[in-house]
Protein backbone atom coordinates (compact mmCIF):
# COMPACT_ATOMS: atom_id res chain seq x y z
CA UNK A 1 0.00 0.00 0.00
CA UNK A 2 1.56 3.68 -0.97
CA UNK A 3 2.71 6.13 1.95
CA UNK A 4 -0.05 9.20 1.90
CA UNK A 5 1.35 11.72 0.14
CA UNK A 6 1.05 14.03 3.18
CA UNK A 7 4.09 11.53 4.25
CA UNK A 8 6.16 13.78 2.18
CA UNK A 9 7.81 14.64 -0.82
CA UNK A 10 9.85 12.54 -3.13
CA UNK A 11 13.11 14.70 -3.97
CA UNK A 12 14.87 13.14 -7.10
CA UNK A 13 18.24 14.11 -7.78
CA UNK A 14 19.97 13.18 -10.98
CA UNK A 15 22.02 14.97 -13.60
CA UNK A 16 21.13 12.93 -16.30
CA UNK A 17 17.66 15.12 -17.17
CA UNK A 18 16.24 12.11 -19.42
CA UNK A 19 15.80 9.87 -16.83
CA UNK A 20 14.79 12.59 -14.02
CA UNK A 21 12.00 13.31 -15.89
CA UNK A 22 11.28 9.51 -16.49
CA UNK A 23 11.53 9.05 -12.91
CA UNK A 24 9.49 12.07 -11.53
CA UNK A 25 6.83 10.88 -14.05
CA UNK A 26 6.59 7.19 -12.83
CA UNK A 27 6.57 9.05 -9.18
CA UNK A 28 3.54 11.65 -9.70
CA UNK A 29 1.57 8.93 -11.67
CA UNK A 30 1.76 6.47 -8.60
CA UNK A 31 0.27 9.14 -6.38
CA UNK A 32 3.60 10.78 -4.64
CA UNK A 33 4.71 14.58 -4.32
CA UNK A 34 7.51 15.19 -6.54
CA UNK A 35 9.84 17.45 -6.70
CA UNK A 36 13.07 17.36 -9.30
CA UNK A 37 16.89 18.14 -8.98
CA UNK A 38 20.03 18.10 -11.20
CA UNK A 39 22.54 18.51 -8.72
CA UNK A 40 23.19 17.57 -5.54
CA UNK A 41 23.74 21.42 -4.16
CA UNK A 42 20.41 22.67 -5.97
CA UNK A 43 18.36 20.35 -3.19
CA UNK A 44 20.54 20.93 -0.35
CA UNK A 45 20.23 24.65 -1.19
CA UNK A 46 16.33 24.51 -0.33
CA UNK A 47 16.55 21.66 2.68
CA UNK A 48 15.31 23.43 5.56
CA UNK A 49 14.43 21.10 9.08
CA UNK A 50 11.16 21.06 8.34
CA UNK A 51 11.62 19.49 4.95
CA UNK A 52 9.27 15.95 4.84
CA UNK A 53 10.07 12.77 3.02
CA UNK A 54 12.98 11.06 1.06
CA UNK A 55 15.43 11.12 -1.49
CA UNK A 56 16.08 9.03 -4.42
CA UNK A 57 19.11 9.56 -6.12
CA UNK A 58 21.64 8.73 -8.88
CA UNK A 59 24.96 7.59 -7.51
CA UNK A 60 27.33 8.95 -9.78
CA UNK A 61 27.14 12.73 -10.65
CA UNK A 62 29.68 15.30 -11.81
CA UNK A 63 30.57 17.67 -8.92
CA UNK A 64 28.95 16.28 -5.97
CA UNK A 65 28.10 12.19 -5.60
CA UNK A 66 25.43 10.44 -4.16
CA UNK A 67 27.61 9.52 -1.70
CA UNK A 68 28.58 13.21 -0.28
CA UNK A 69 25.00 13.56 -0.59
CA UNK A 70 24.51 11.59 1.27
CA UNK A 71 26.97 12.13 3.66
CA UNK A 72 25.60 15.33 4.04
CA UNK A 73 22.04 14.61 4.74
CA UNK A 74 23.31 12.58 7.79
CA UNK A 75 25.35 15.67 8.81
CA UNK A 76 22.69 18.14 8.75
CA UNK A 77 19.54 18.60 11.32
CA UNK A 78 17.26 16.76 8.71
CA UNK A 79 18.76 13.32 7.58
CA UNK A 80 15.80 12.57 4.97
CA UNK A 81 15.88 8.53 4.21
CA UNK A 82 17.26 8.22 0.79
CA UNK A 83 17.03 5.42 -1.98
CA UNK A 84 19.86 4.91 -4.55
CA UNK A 85 19.44 4.67 -8.05
CA UNK A 86 22.37 3.76 -9.82
CA UNK A 87 23.48 1.95 -13.81
CA UNK A 88 26.50 1.46 -11.98
CA UNK A 89 26.40 0.34 -8.58
CA UNK A 90 28.74 -2.03 -7.15
CA UNK A 91 28.96 -4.13 -3.83
CA UNK A 92 31.47 -1.96 -2.21
CA UNK A 93 29.87 1.19 -2.73
CA UNK A 94 26.52 -0.41 -2.08
CA UNK A 95 27.64 -1.45 1.35
CA UNK A 96 29.13 1.59 2.44
CA UNK A 97 25.81 3.26 1.63
CA UNK A 98 23.87 0.54 3.50
CA UNK A 99 25.95 0.85 5.70
CA UNK A 100 25.52 4.92 5.80
CA UNK A 101 21.96 3.95 6.36
CA UNK A 102 20.54 4.48 2.81
CA UNK A 103 17.32 3.14 2.74
CA UNK A 104 17.87 0.95 -0.73
CA UNK A 105 20.37 0.86 -3.42
CA UNK A 106 18.65 0.08 -6.54
CA UNK A 107 19.79 -0.22 -10.43
CA UNK A 108 18.07 1.64 -12.57
CA UNK A 109 16.78 -1.20 -14.85
CA UNK A 110 15.23 -2.34 -11.31
CA UNK A 111 11.25 -2.91 -11.75
CA UNK A 112 9.49 0.18 -10.85
CA UNK A 113 7.77 -1.86 -8.40
CA UNK A 114 10.70 -2.66 -6.16
CA UNK A 115 11.30 1.42 -6.27
CA UNK A 116 7.95 2.25 -5.29
CA UNK A 117 8.56 0.06 -2.20
CA UNK A 118 11.63 1.31 -1.54
CA UNK A 119 10.17 4.90 -1.86
CA UNK A 120 7.09 3.82 0.88
CA UNK A 121 9.63 2.22 3.30
CA UNK A 122 11.74 5.42 2.86
CA UNK A 123 8.58 7.72 3.72
CA UNK A 124 7.34 5.62 6.31
CA UNK A 125 11.15 5.82 8.48
CA UNK A 126 10.91 9.36 7.71
CA UNK A 127 7.80 10.11 9.73
CA UNK A 128 8.66 7.54 11.99
CA UNK A 129 12.03 9.69 12.69
CA UNK A 130 10.60 12.77 12.51
CA UNK A 131 8.16 11.96 15.37
CA UNK A 132 11.18 10.44 17.34
CA UNK A 133 12.96 13.98 16.61
CA UNK A 134 9.95 16.07 17.92
CA UNK A 135 9.32 14.22 20.87
CA UNK A 136 13.16 14.04 21.92
CA UNK A 137 13.20 17.78 21.32
CA UNK A 138 10.27 18.20 23.25
CA UNK A 139 11.54 16.64 26.19
CA UNK A 140 14.52 18.30 26.37
CA UNK A 141 12.65 21.54 26.59
CA UNK A 142 11.42 19.55 29.91
CA UNK A 143 14.92 19.31 31.33
CA UNK A 144 15.74 22.38 30.53
CA UNK A 145 12.83 23.97 32.73
CA UNK A 146 15.40 22.47 35.65
CA UNK A 147 16.81 24.71 37.90
CA UNK A 148 20.76 23.69 38.37
CA UNK A 149 20.09 22.10 42.22
CA UNK A 150 17.30 20.07 40.58
CA UNK A 151 19.56 18.97 37.97
CA UNK A 152 22.41 17.58 41.10
CA UNK A 153 19.70 16.14 43.18
CA UNK A 154 18.53 14.41 39.50
CA UNK A 155 22.06 13.28 39.28
CA UNK A 156 21.63 11.17 42.57
CA UNK A 157 18.17 10.09 42.12
CA UNK A 158 19.35 8.41 38.98
CA UNK A 159 22.29 6.84 40.55
CA UNK A 160 19.87 5.12 42.96
CA UNK A 161 20.60 7.40 46.11
CA UNK A 162 18.23 7.53 48.84
CA UNK A 163 16.62 10.79 50.04
CA UNK A 164 18.89 11.12 53.09
CA UNK A 165 22.03 10.29 50.77
CA UNK A 166 21.55 12.93 48.69
CA UNK A 167 20.57 15.57 51.78
CA UNK A 168 23.92 14.66 52.87
CA UNK A 169 25.66 14.53 49.69
CA UNK A 170 24.26 18.46 48.60
CA UNK A 171 24.10 19.61 52.52
CA UNK A 172 20.50 20.34 52.36
CA UNK A 173 17.46 19.09 54.85
CA UNK A 174 15.47 16.10 53.72
CA UNK A 175 12.51 17.85 53.48
CA UNK A 176 13.88 20.10 50.52
CA UNK A 177 15.31 16.65 48.77
CA UNK A 178 11.76 15.76 48.57
CA UNK A 179 10.53 18.94 47.30
CA UNK A 180 12.91 18.96 44.60
CA UNK A 181 12.20 15.47 44.09
CA UNK A 182 8.84 16.23 43.27
CA UNK A 183 9.26 18.99 41.16
CA UNK A 184 10.87 16.48 38.75
CA UNK A 185 8.60 14.34 38.71
CA UNK A 186 6.60 16.71 37.77
CA UNK A 187 8.29 18.64 35.28
CA UNK A 188 9.41 15.91 33.74
CA UNK A 189 6.35 14.00 33.45
CA UNK A 190 7.17 10.80 34.83
CA UNK A 191 5.89 8.19 37.65
CA UNK A 192 9.19 6.09 38.40
CA UNK A 193 12.83 6.44 38.89
CA UNK A 194 13.31 3.74 36.30
CA UNK A 195 11.05 6.20 34.06
CA UNK A 196 13.07 9.19 34.99
CA UNK A 197 16.73 6.94 34.18
CA UNK A 198 14.92 6.15 30.48
CA UNK A 199 14.28 9.98 30.10
CA UNK A 200 17.72 11.01 31.02
CA UNK A 201 19.25 8.22 28.80
CA UNK A 202 16.86 9.03 26.00
CA UNK A 203 18.15 13.35 26.46
CA UNK A 204 21.60 11.98 26.90
CA UNK A 205 21.92 14.53 29.67
CA UNK A 206 24.58 12.09 31.64
CA UNK A 207 25.19 8.50 32.35
CA UNK A 208 23.48 7.49 35.39
CA UNK A 209 26.33 5.59 36.65
CA UNK A 210 28.32 8.40 36.40
CA UNK A 211 26.51 11.66 36.97
CA UNK A 212 26.95 13.39 40.14
Do not use: W
Not at 59 to 68: N, Y
Not at 139 to 153: I, M
Not at 157 to 183: F, P, S, W
Request: aromatic share 4%.
Amino acid sequence: MKTSASSGTVFVVDDDASFLKSASRLLRAAGYAVQAFESAPAFLGQLTPETSGCVVTDLQMPGFTGLELQAALVRSDNPLPIVFLSAQGDIPTTVKAMRQGAEDFLTKLSPKEKLLEAVNRALARNAHERTQREELHELRERFATLSPREREVLGHVVRGRMNKEIADELGINLRTVKLHRTNLTRRLQVHSVAELTRLVEAVGLFKPESAA
